[in-house]
């Protein structure tokens, strides 16, 4: 059973940058693939960026591609979502994701494990 926890949410400007952190429990870290999700109020979760067990393949959803930026390190256990230009439609519930199977997949139904979530709340 993998733990994860995230961190690094807040209340920003829009414009304004964050760096979401998500640590995991699990020793075995770097044979997960790793995604980033969002919820906002009324919404469905929905993908945001992920990357594989090698953090040689990532993948971004077009709302966030040349704003976000997900990376890990695997000797920290830790998977990273550089958020920058935030936009208040980027407010939601921040969800990261682990996937068993190491490929860093866009869709929610290839994740076994979630974390708790973290706020991000953009104003105008």
């Known amino acids: 059973q993998v733990q994860l926890v995230e961190s690094g949410g807040g209340l920003v400007q829009a414009g304004d940058s964050l760096r979401l952190s998500c640590a995991a429990s699990?020793?075995?870290?770097?044979?997960?693939?790793m995604g980033w999700f969002r919820q906002a109020p009324g919404k469905e979760r929905e993908f945001v960026a992920a990357?594989?067990?090698?953090?040689?393949?990532?993948n971004y959803a077009d709302s966030v591609k040349g704003r976000f930026t997900i990376s890990r390190d695997n000797t920290k256990n830790t998977v990273y979502l550089q958020m920058n230009s935030l936009k208040p439609e980027d407010t939601a519930v921040y969800y990261c994701a682990a996937d068993r199977w190491g490929l860093g997949s866009k869709m929610r139904r290839d994740y076994d494990y979630w974390g708790q979530g973290t706020q991000v709340t953009v104003s105008s």
């Open positions: 990357i594989n067990w090698r953090g040689v393949n990532t």
């Open positions: 699990e020793g075995t870290f770097s044979n997960y693939g």
